[in-house]
Every structure is written in C-alpha cells, then in structure tokens.
C-alpha cells in the first residue's frame, strides 16, 4: 500500500485478555517502529525494528509487552493480560532506513481500550 | 515527550499567521521535525530541518530553529480552518528513537 497499515483501527476487551496489534509498513521500508499514545500526552517510544531484529526494545512498559517482525515486513505487537492502564492509541511508523534525515512515516493507529 | 515543551493551546483567526514554540534539551540533536495530527488518524510529517540549518520554508510553513537556545518554532502562513489540529515537535535521540513533546492543539476561528 501507499502508506503504513494498522489493524484493527478500533479494538474493545475485558481486562486480562490478550490483545494482537498488526502494523504492515510502507513497502521497502526496512525500519519499523511502535509508539504509544496516551490521552493528551505525546507518544512514548516502545521498540523498533530493522529488518527482523529488534535493536531496541527499551520501551517497552513491562513483560507483558512483545513484538515480532517476520520476513522484514508485516509487524505485530502483542499485549498479554491487559490491564487497563494499557488503554491507548498504539500507532506504528516505518522508514527506509533508521536515520535521522529518513523521517519516519506513521499509520492511523489502533486505539486499544480496555474495559 | 518530557524532554521536549510545547504550550497546549493555541487560537488562531483564519487568514493569521500561527506561531508554535517547542523547546527541547537534547543538544545533540542532529534533526528536529513537526508533525501533525488531525482527529482520528496518525502523524503526518509536515517537516524537517537539520541542526546546522537556521530556517526552512516550505510553501506556508516556516521552521525557525535557534539552537543556542535549543528553541524550535513552527510558522504557518494565512492559517486555514483545515490546519485546525495537533502539532506535535519532536527531536531525534539517535537514528531512530524520536522524542516528542505533548502537542499543542490550535484552533482556528472563523
């Protein structure tokens, strides 16, 4: 596609659940990246990708928390036992590659809420 | 985002320019970038400019940047009511990590 592809756009579940966010990025783009956004916050870093490898995965609020990216492309960020506080807009973003003059381009996000 | 300040509101009347301050501390920062965000969908890159670079216009935009003062700030031209959004700055830590501020909401009346 022309842009970065988030699904689902909307997701709704019971505390406890296990949630599966899916990020397809902007074709040929090698690095991928996961943010989060809180209500009226800006967005927290969570962990990026190059190629498959995850060289950073600081962000990521606690072991609940996982991603993988296979075959260099399609990413999926995975929540175990959701709580509440892990109520936000994830949003993903690729560029061609990780640098500082290759701006990142973001999806329309997935807005995670946890009832 | 609490490395970089920006103000939260701004109101603008269409057809005036809009100015929108960001501060950030990382002094290494070698790009710094505006985005925006209108209701319901991602970030949209509106621009970019390179640390040793004073200013960069694009069309309606102009990115002032004084780095001795580690100030940014976003001029938008003849504002519109479709540049009603959020207006998030952000600096880059390393190649890949982006650190941003909490966005400033403006508002443009009629």
């Known amino acids: 596609g022309a842009g970065v592809s988030q699904s689902p756009s909307n997701k709704v579940t019971e505390k406890g659940k296990d949630v599966e966010l899916r990020c397809d990025p902007i074709s040929g783009h090698t690095a991928l990246y996961w943010y989060r956004q809180s209500l009226g916050q800006g967005l927290e870093f969570l962990i990026y990708f190059q190629g498959n490898s995850a060289p950073d995965k600081s962000g990521l609020p606690s072991d609940r928390f996982s991603a993988e990216r296979t075959g260099g492309s399609v990413s999926t960020l995975t929540i175990q036992r959701t709580q509440q506080e892990d109520s936000a807009v994830y949003l993903c973003?690729?560029?061609?590659?990780?640098?500082?003059?290759?701006?990142?381009?973001f999806g329309d996000g997935t807005r995670l809420s946890i009832l | 985002g609490e490395d970089v300040e920006q103000s939260l509101f701004l109101s603008v009347r269409e057809g005036d320019s809009s100015v929108i301050n960001c501060t950030y501390t990382?002094?290494?920062?070698?790009?710094l970038y505006w985005y925006k965000q209108e209701p319901g969908a991602g970030l949209q890159l509106l621009t970019y400019i390179f640390s040793n670079m004073d200013m960069k216009q694009d069309q309606r935009l102009t990115v002032l940047l004084n780095k001795k003062d580690k100030h940014l700030s976003l001029r938008i031209a003849d504002t519109q009511t479709g540049d009603s959004a959020i207006y998030f700055c952000?600096?880059?830590?390393?190649?890949?990590?982006?650190?941003f501020g909490a966005g400033t909401t403006v508002t443009v009346r009629a």
């Open positions: 973003a690729s560029s061609e590659v990780a640098a500082g003059n290759q701006p990142q381009h």
């Open positions: 990382d002094s290494s920062s070698t790009y």
């Open positions: 952000a600096e880059s830590l390393n190649d890949y990590k982006l650190s």
